[in-house]
């Protein structure tokens, strides 16, 4: 079966080349395999998950001084920022951290302010 365009073919038999799997793109992995290509996908040039999202203008703009400021690439500016505000958001990952700078500082507990966290837990309403 011959391919649509030049893109799709090199794309699938580097892929095919590297080893990689059939994507969910149906349709090309289905091409790929016609050619008697294993490997195919979509043609980009990521591998990661592409989304299309809606922000203010400000908000973009900003992103675009700061992407430039950095010489990163806005997907890369954007990945970063959001990994970051999840793992901040992810209360135990940051219960954990604490826990693990603590430890690195070589705290040891101290008995008075032990006793009045303690209190101040058994008190919270929960």
């Keep these: 079966m011959p391919w649509p365009n030049q893109a799709l073919q ?3 038999e580097h892929d095919s080349f590297l080893g990689v799997r059939s994507s969910a793109c149906p349709a090309t ?3 790929g395999r016609s050619a008697g290509l ?3 996908r979509t043609p980009g040039y990521t591998f990661g998950m592409k989304t299309a999202v809606s922000i203010p203008d400000d908000v973009f703009e900003d992103a675009e001084r700061l992407a430039s400021r950095l010489q ?3 997907s890369k500016l954007y990945a970063r920022a959001l990994a970051e505000f999840v793992a901040r958001h992810d ?3 940051v219960t954990a951290l604490m826990d693990q700078a603590v430890l690195e500082a070589g705290g040891k ?3 008075f ?3 009045a966290a303690k209190q101040v837990v058994q008190r919270a309403e929960w």
């Design 10 to 12: 090199q794309t699938a």
């Design 29 to 31: 992995a289905e091409l």
């Design 38 to 40: 294993e490997g195919a």
């Design 72 to 74: 990163t690439s806005r």
């Design 91 to 93: 209360d135990d990952r």
């Design 109 to 111: 507990g101290d008995p």
């Design 113 to 115: 302010l032990d006793a």
